[in-house]
């Protein structure tokens, strides 16, 4: 995927000189500290999650990079950890070292002309730059609020929201090359971009992501609404253009509602989002009655939650009364910890799910979270 790069609007004004502006904003600082046998649990959002043998909270580059490379010239293994929100880790930790990143800064170059050319740390929290780019008029992250976990994740999942990816918005992505022992940076046709995935997803040990440098048209008004959903709660038609204020309050209200939007005292939101990403199959094993979103490939994609909810897991199922883990109570596309869950709590019930969709429809269900130490 090419990165997308929309033209002036209607309502633009093609006669206003161009200018541009540098903006330097620098994040605020990390409280975590590192250690010998650290405890991952509090650095997840599924909190689950034995200790590091030994962890390392990175807030500069070098850091990062002198931490990576020392142990890949040593033979330790070596987990870099971002925000912890798509990760399962296993109940016996890392027998390693895990360098969390914790990075920050930004900086930007904003002209009438050509837009905003903005490059963010990775380490910065995702959701904090949506709300700085709505208050720059950078058009395009509000349909990404919400979204837990740093700028550096973002490229590897392809995050994606509402009809909106994030991969639309990226211009090139700067890494270490863990293989090759070097520096990299690759355009976003070089990123091999797709539902969910990239080629930094396709090698999930080999890159670190550095940096993240993004293109967005300016203005107070969103791209055009592609979510049917979305354009309901807005009151508008598919394809019309809101206040992107609005739009993040709607998009934040509306994920909220499925639990989607971390809360410390609800434990629907203890989870890593959607668990199981939608199932892209030829159009003859889509379900009658089921979502289907035909694909460029031929293929089609279908809802993981139509599936999961009609071959009998509802919300809130567990696998036995009294299990810590259960389907959220409000979208059954989350796993959740319903307090004391342990990484095998998590396994069994999607272990359950999956069987039981596959037993139904043929359809096997693949998981979104990344797996340390763990498996399904």
């Given at each position: 995927m090419s990165t997308?790069?929309?033209g002036p609007y209607e309502d633009d004004d093609p006669t206003e000189a161009c200018s541009t502006i540098h903006h330097e904003v620098i994040g605020t600082t990390t409280c975590l500290s590192g250690g010998e046998d650290v405890p991952l649990a509090p650095l997840t959002t599924l909190k689950v999650g034995g200790p590091a043998r030994h962890l390392?909270?990175?807030t500069t580059h070098d850091e990062l990079l002198a931490t990576v490379r020392d142990c890949d010239r040593r033979g330790e293994p070596c987990l870099v950890l971002g925000g912890g929100s798509n990760v399962l880790v296993g109940d016996n930790g890392f027998d390693g070292t895990v360098v969390r990143v914790a990075t920050s800064g930004l900086s930007a170059e904003a002209s009438s002309c050509g837009g905003a050319l903005v490059t963010v740390a990775a380490g910065q929290v995702w959701d904090d730059f949506v709300v700085h780019a709505i208050e720059q008029e950078w058009i395009g992250p509000e349909f990404l609020s919400g979204i837990p976990g740093l700028v550096g994740a973002t490229p590897i999942q392809n995050v994606g929201a509402y009809g909106v990816e994030v991969g639309e918005f990226i211009a090139r992505v700067r890494t270490w090359d863990r293989v090759d022992d070097t520096q990299r940076t690759f355009t976003a046709d070089q990123c091999d971009f797709g539902y969910r995935s990239s080629r930094f997803k396709a090698e999930p040990d080999?890159?670190?992501?550095?940096?993240v440098t993004m293109q967005f048209n300016l203005g107070t008004?969103?791209?055009?609404?592609?979510?049917?959903?979305?354009?309901?709660?807005?009151?508008?038609?598919?394809?019309?253009?809101?206040?992107?204020?609005?739009?993040?309050?709607?998009?934040?209200?509306v994920r909220a509602g499925k639990g989607m939007v971390l809360n410390p005292n609800d434990h629907d939101t203890w989870s890593a989002g959607s668990f199981f990403t939608n199932?892209?199959?030829?159009?003859?094993?889509?379900?009658?009655?089921a979502p289907a979103f035909a694909q460029s490939d031929g293929r089609v994609k279908t809802s993981a939650a139509w599936l999961i909810d009609h071959a009998g897991y509802g919300k809130g199922f567990k696998v036995a009364e009294d299990a810590p883990a259960s389907l959220s109570t409000k979208h059954v596309l989350a796993l959740t910890n319903r307090g004391g869950a342990s990484s095998g709590d998590f396994t069994t019930l999607a272990r359950t799910v999956i069987d039981g969709v596959r037993d139904v429809y043929g359809i096997t269900l693949v998981p979104e979270p990344r797996l340390i130490g763990c498996t399904i």
């Open positions: 997308t790069v929309i390392v909270i990175a080999r890159y670190v992501v550095l940096d008004r969103s791209l055009p609404v592609r979510y049917a959903e979305l354009a309901r709660r807005l009151g508008v038609e598919p394809g019309e253009r809101v206040d992107t204020s609005q739009v993040r309050e709607t998009v934040l209200a199932p892209l199959v030829s159009p003859d094993q889509v379900p009658e009655g």
